[in-house]
């Protein structure tokens, strides 16, 4: 049996969690605590079974297979396995237009 997989935050990723845990302390300090464990939680999960996750449909129907995602509602976690590693590559909103936000991603570098 494996020993599982190493989880690594992308430096997008971790300014996407930044970003929310502010966002949702402005209103109440202790639910974002909450929300940063719970999404701390779930991706630390994926060392295990990090096949689990669906493949990201607006990808998907563009032909890109890598990148798969949790859903952690409100929010996608999307992410891409390579070899023994999950990258988590970002942390978006699931009410936004995903194909947007990478395009704009993309387009900023």
Excluded: C
């Excluded at 605590?33 to 991706?43: F, P, S």
């Amino acid at each position: 049996m494996s020993s599982g997989y190493k989880v690594l935050w992308t430096d997008a990723a971790e300014r996407d969690l930044g970003e929310i845990t502010a966002f949702v302390a402005r209103d109440n300090l202790q639910n974002a605590l909450h929300v940063l464990e719970k999404i701390r939680v779930k991706a630390a999960s994926l060392f295990i079974s990090p096949e689990r996750g669906r493949i990201v449909p607006e990808l998907h129907s563009n032909g890109i297979f890598i990148y798969r995602e949790l859903i952690i509602s409100p929010w996608r976690l999307l992410y891409r396995i390579s070899e023994s590693n999950v990258y988590v590559m970002a942390l978006l909103d699931s009410r936004r237009n995903v194909e947007d936000i990478l395009l704009n991603r993309l387009v900023q570098l």
